[in-house]
């Protein structure tokens, strides 16, 4: 077959109408980011185009063959990050990740797009500034220039707009452009964006015919006298190499990473539990509560299951109660809330007295085990195992040790398993663990 027919001559949809105002400079982006892809010819099925919420968001229905994902406003380069680096660093990197995203939506998101910029994550955003919120009623943005006409602005912007390019220029990005959409050269900007090896970004000016042209006498030629005014420079800001953030982790040698005390033991037994479970360990704050409750569901992970996790505690951190709830399967996790615990482990009067408050306590049913810190009161149903968690292994190895029973109980782990994470975890109180795990007190109901 002539490869010269296989040339796709478009990556739009037969026919394309665009749903923009008339005039609308988002059409003659998008116009311009697909001649820019005509010119690359990358495989449509190489191509994630990632949209924000905005009149922008639209265009993911426009073109044809490419992957695409309409996100949450301001979100767009975060789910792109996400996109980037689990195609870069677990599978084939040949993904090309491109984000249309609006003024609005760049300032909203633009912690995630500063992010993007300091890791240099393979992707190419596009921002597309209008000056306004054209989708709700061109409301004023943080990228509105100054004296500029809003909805929300209707004597003259007053606050200074930020300089985007320029954030993301110092913040590591190594391709920043900033242009207008009047720029006979756009295409050509697009196309070196798309194909830069990391973050890219190429911010244009445009008009929003519909709000930002009547009350403030906009064209395409008064765009740059704009960026002038506000100090806004043109052209190319940053153009430098670097190396993209998953090409890092990749060459990243294996012991460079400090070795975490919540990963699992180096060889872990399968694990021989046959049905979900649920756990709900409380204890306080400062007594690594929720960190023994991941270093369980990493070593359940390592020996076979499927895990979730949910955390809670007081906004002061340090202080009151400290929780998680785990669920831990040979199967796939559907639901992940807990409307009768199977094991509730408690190892201080915060942690109890909160699962009280919480109705957890009242949720008990009689097979629930429930273990517990010997200072405290048990329950009225339920199979109870009381144990001198506190005074054997201190407080803050309490929540590990009731969680380690209660894996034993469980099936959750083996017993070989549970004796190497207890030796990982407990340290120098591992040898008063093994008086609370063999024998395991019999329950009293």
Request: aromatic share 4%.
């Amino acid at each position: 077959m002539d490869t010269a027919s296989l040339r796709r001559t478009s990556y739009l949809v037969d026919n394309v109408r665009f749903p923009f105002c008339k005039g609308c400079s988002h059409t003659n982006i998008l116009r311009k980011l697909n001649d820019a892809l005509v010119e690359l010819q990358i495989p449509a099925e190489r191509l994630a185009l990632v949209t924000d919420i905005g009149c922008i968001g639209l265009a993911d229905g426009l073109f044809r063959d490419i992957h695409t994902v309409h996100t949450t406003h301001g979100r767009s380069t975060a789910f792109a990050c996400g996109i980037a680096l689990a195609d870069g660093i677990l599978a084939s990197g040949q993904l090309h990740i491109i984000v249309l995203i609006g003024d609005g939506g760049a300032m909203i998101g633009l912690q995630h797009l500063v992010h993007a910029a300091m890791l240099n994550v393979r992707m190419t955003v596009i921002i597309c500034n209008n000056f306004v919120y054209g989708m709700t009623g061109g409301q004023g943005s943080g990228l509105t220039p100054d004296c500029f006409i809003t909805a929300t602005t209707p004597r003259g912007n007053l606050v200074p707009p930020a300089d985007l390019g320029g954030i993301l220029k110092h913040s590591n990005a190594p391709f920043v452009v900033r242009t207008t959409v009047s720029d006979p050269g756009l295409t050509g900007t697009l196309k070196e964006a798309l194909a830069s090896p990391g973050f890219s970004a190429v911010e244009v000016l445009e008009l929003c015919t519909e709000y930002a042209v009547p009350k403030n006498e906009l064209t395409g030629r008064r765009l740059s006298e704009i960026a002038q005014e506000n100090g806004w420079e043109l052209g190319k800001l940053a153009h430098r190499e670097g190396i993209p953030f998953d090409q890092k982790v990749r060459q990243a040698p294996a012991g460079a990473a400090a070795e975490s005390p919540n990963e699992p033991p180096a060889r872990v037994e399968p694990s021989p539990l046959d049905r979900p479970v649920n756990l709900v360990i409380a204890g306080s704050a400062g007594e690594r509560v929720q960190s023994s409750a991941t270093a369980l569901g990493q070593a359940a992970a390592s020996a076979g299951c499927r895990v979730t996790q949910k955390n809670d505690n007081p906004v002061t951190q340090g202080s009151g109660f400290s929780l998680s709830e785990v669920w831990v399967s040979p199967y796939p996790i559907g639901f992940t809330g807990i409307e009768v615990p199977d094991v509730v482990v408690a190892t201080s009067e915060d942690g109890w007295n909160e699962l009280r408050r919480r109705g957890t306590v009242g949720s008990i049913g009689p097979d629930t085990i429930v273990i517990l810190d010997d200072t405290l009161t048990p329950p009225e149903r339920g199979s109870i195992v009381r144990l001198p968690l506190r005074k054997t292994v201190t407080g803050a190895n309490a929540a590990m040790a009731g969680a380690l029973i209660a894996a034993h109980r469980l099936d959750i782990l083996t017993e070989a398993t549970v004796r190497q994470l207890a030796a990982r975890r407990l340290g120098g109180s591992a040898p008063a663990f093994e008086r609370l795990l063999t024998p395991v007190p019999a329950p009293t109901s």
